[in-house]
């Protein structure tokens, strides 16, 4: 029972990875011992997290624009040019727009909608084959989708697209989960609700205060929050764990009273 959350010598690969819950997820790994690759279309910022995390162990950048097909690929080869098995894929890259309905571009529907489903599909299709190389019945490999109390829930703000692709990515996750269980791999989601981060800003400005006051536990998320669910559904604790949505988000979807 003692190594029911060893990580020591996993792989791992998190997309957005540079900031906001990707980042907290990939320093859990880190710093449990997972040689941890986190990607981002930003260079820049990808490089800079992955010095930062680099001083608790090892963390590789590779920048890649998961919304073309052309990225996706350039971000496969990568990885297996430099590894023989994946234990570990968390498709975390995301985008959301916000507009009023009257207002709402096609071409934001179609960015949400690309990057948020489409992406994280066809970048687990061409990982497929390092997947099932890390994978056994006793130890499978992991795919962890990041969804959102967005796709459970309805918020308030004008982010027509965003609910609804959160909402497909939580099932995605469980078709995943079905199809891939023959090979080893589990496929589970995390649904975050608060957490501070460059995406959540907007809301925290509008209504940050009310949510938290909505909240049972009162309070918005904190990085270890996102750090320790991701650690369990990657480590032999979650073994025979698949095709669920954990909400984490304080309480907020499923212990909230009602008026």
């Known amino acids: 029972m003692k190594g029911l959350f060893d990580l020591e010598g996993k792989v791992a690969l998190v997309t957005g990875g540079s900031r906001g819950i990707g980042e907290m997820i990939a320093e859990g790994y880190v710093t449990h011992g997972v040689k941890t690759y986190i990607t981002a279309r930003k260079a820049d910022a990808c490089d800079a997290t992955a010095k930062r995390l680099s001083e608790f162990g090892q963390c590789i950048s590779i920048p890649a624009d998961l919304s073309t097909m052309q990225g996706i690929a350039h971000l496969v080869d990568a990885i297996q ?36 489903v489409k992406s994280p599909f066809f970048l687990t299709k061409a990982l497929l084959p390092l997947l099932e190389n890390a994978a056994s019945a006793e130890d499978p490999a992991r795919v962890i989708m990041v969804g959102s109390i967005d796709g459970l829930n309805v918020n308030r703000l004008p982010t027509f697209s965003y609910g609804p692709s959160k909402a497909a990515v939580h099932h995605l996750t469980r078709t995943l989960a079905s199809h891939l269980a023959g090979r080893h791999i589990t496929a589970n989601a995390i649904a975050p609700g608060l957490f501070p981060s460059r995406m959540t800003a907007a809301t925290i400005n509008a209504m940050g205060d009310q949510i938290i006051a909505g909240t049972p536990l009162r309070r918005a998320g904190k990085p270890s929050d996102m750090a320790g669910v991701a650690i369990y559904l990657a480590s032999p604790a979650a073994s025979f764990i698949t095709g669920v949505v954990i909400p984490v988000d304080g309480g907020l979807t499923g212990a909230r009273g009602t008026l």
Do not use: C, H, Y
């Open 81 to 116: 040019g430099r590894e023989q098995q994946l234990d570990i894929l968390v498709n975390n890259a995301g985008a959301t727009w916000g507009a009023a309905i009257e207002e709402f571009p096609e071409s934001a529907w179609d960015k949400v909608m690309d990057i948020n």
